[in-house]
C-alpha cells in the first residue's frame, strides 16, 4: 500500500514510543481536511519533539464537568506548537465519524484553530461528537481515524498513567511518527 490510499479510504501512520507501537488508520476518505493537515505533520517532520502530554480522566478533571471524558493527548503541546493554524473545521456530522473507544481527533481551541496534537478516546466519548456539551461551542472535535493496532497498549498506557495529574509533569517521548505500508 505504501503512501497510496487504501481500498478502505485510509492511510496507516505508526507511531512508537520506548515500550510500544501502534497504528492509526487515517480516514482521507471521510475527513479529508483534517486527515491532511495530520499527515502533513507526520511528512514534514513537524513532530520530531512531539510526546504524549496530557491524560484525562474521570479523576483528573473538574467532577462537574458536563462532559466528562477520557483521553490521551500527544503531540506538541498548545506553548510549544507556535501559532495555531485555521483549517476547515470537519464536524463528525460532516465526516460522518464518532468519538468512539480508540478514535483519533485534532484538539482545537476553537472550529478550525488547531495546533500539532491529537488525542485517542479511551472509551466512546459522544460529548466530543458535534452537538456535544464538551466544548461549549457545540462543534465538537474533528475525527480523522482510529487506532487500528495496538489500542490495548495504549489502553495499559492510559491506566498506568491514570493515577496522576493531567497534565504530565514527564511528557513521554514519541520515539517515532511515520507512514507504513
Not at 507556535?82 to 464518532?98: F, K, M, Q, W, Y
Not at 457545540?138 to 493496532?149: I, S, T, Y
Request: charged content about 20%.
Amino acid at each position: 500500500m505504501s503512501d497510496a490510499v487504501a481500498r478502505d479510504g485510509t492511510v496507516l501512520v505508526e507511531v512508537a514510543l520506548a515500550n510500544f507501537r501502534f497504528v492509526i488508520a487515517v480516514a482521507v476518505a471521510s475527513a479529508p481536511i483534517s486527515s491532511a493537515y495530520f499527515l502533513e505533520d507526520v511528512d514534514a517532520g513537524r513532530l520530531r519533539d512531539a510526546s504524549v502530554f496530557r491524560i484525562v480522566n474521570l479523576q483528573n478533571q473538574a467532577a462537574d464537568h458536563p462532559s466528562p471524558i477520557e483521553v490521551v493527548q500527544m503531540g506538541l503541546r498548545e506553548k510549544d506548537a507556535g501559532i495555531a493554524p485555521s483549517i476547515v473545521h470537519e464536524t463528525t456530522g460532516r465526516s460522518g465519524l464518532r468519538h468512539l473507544k480508540g478514535t483519533v481527533s485534532l484538539a482545537r481551541f476553537a472550529p478550525g484553530a488547531v495546533y500539532h496534537s491529537w488525542f485517542i478516546c479511551m472509551r466512546d466519548e459522544p460529548g466530543l461528537d458535534e452537538g456535544g456539551s464538551r466544548h461549549p461551542d457545540g462543534l465538537g472535535f474533528a475525527a480523522f481515524g482510529h487506532v487500528a493496532q495496538g489500542l490495548e497498549h495504549v489502553v495499559q498506557f492510559f491506566h498506568e498513567y491514570s493515577d496522576g495529574p493531567e497534565w504530565l509533569e514527564r511528557p513521554v517521548a514519541l520515539r517515532a511518527i511515520r507512514r507504513v505500508g
